[in-house]
């Protein structure tokens, strides 16, 4: 197997020996940071991004505050589900790992014993992402971009292939974008109950957070009435 990357006739595996034989030129520091990120580092990134996106639209307010945090809730939601869905197409297509039948790579972590297609990291910070997108492009894209970063540092660590991101990639995409109208439908009255308590609704709604189309008064302006416009004409 390992003569593929030599002979060109595996695409899969050629692009694998040079990603991962960056490793091999870099520095030991580059290596461990690119482990620690892509093993750990940037699925916290993702958590942190989430709790920015919510933080950024109940600040935001207005009258689509329920299903915006409603659209947030359901990131994380997602890539729980699409790993989910994950375990038994790993278990079907029981594709083992790259270091399994391919000598000479730069293997970053040890202890990767599971199968390799599809990758979790990739499947779960993309669906993270495109369940940001649909709450917040800007915040969406950002996770976009981290998600892609994840899948480079899974084939540079020598734990995957590029198809099994690129499989993971879409599998975290088909998931979040595919149920999630189920998800709108059944997250938002439950966002929108929230907001109506006293108690947990800044959850939803920053306090003086104005619904859209209300007009902001300064204290003590005098307010004009209708009937003093009509007697001063």
């Not at 593929?4 to 694998?16: F, M, T, Y």
């Not at 979040?176 to 439950?190: D, R």
């Not at 306090?207 to 009509?230: F, K, N, Q, T």
Request: glycine fraction near 12%.
């Amino acid at each position: 197997m390992a003569g593929l990357a030599e002979s060109g006739s595996n695409p899969d595996v050629d692009l694998l020996y040079d990603i991962n034989g960056l490793a091999k030129d870099a520095p030991r520091w580059f290596d461990r940071g690119v482990e620690f990120v892509g093993e750990y580092g940037l699925l916290i990134a993702m958590v942190l991004l989430v709790a920015g996106c919510w933080w950024t639209v109940r600040r935001r307010g207005g009258e689509d505050a329920a299903s915006s945090v409603a659209a947030v809730v359901w990131a994380p939601l997602a890539a729980g589900i699409a790993v989910l869905v994950n375990v038994p197409i790993r278990d079907f297509v029981a594709r083992p790992r790259p270091f399994v039948d391919h000598q000479g790579l730069e293997v970053l972590v040890s202890g990767k014993t599971d199968y390799s297609f599809v990758s979790d990291h990739a499947t779960l910070t993309m669906a993270v992402a495109v369940g940001l997108f649909i709450a917040n492009r800007k915040f969406g894209l950002i996770g976009i971009g981290l998600a892609l970063l994840e899948g480079f540092c899974r084939v540079y660590m020598g734990v995957h292939y590029p198809t099994d991101v690129i499989g993971g990639f879409a599998l975290g995409t088909a998931v979040a974008l595919l149920l999630s109208p189920l998800a709108m439908l059944l997250l938002t009255p439950v966002a929108k109950a929230v907001e109506g308590s006293a108690r947990v609704g800044g959850l939803i709604r920053a306090r003086g957070a104005a619904l859209a189309g209300e007009e902001a008064v300064i204290a003590g302006a005098r307010v004009e009435r209708a009937e003093d416009r009509d007697l001063a004409a």
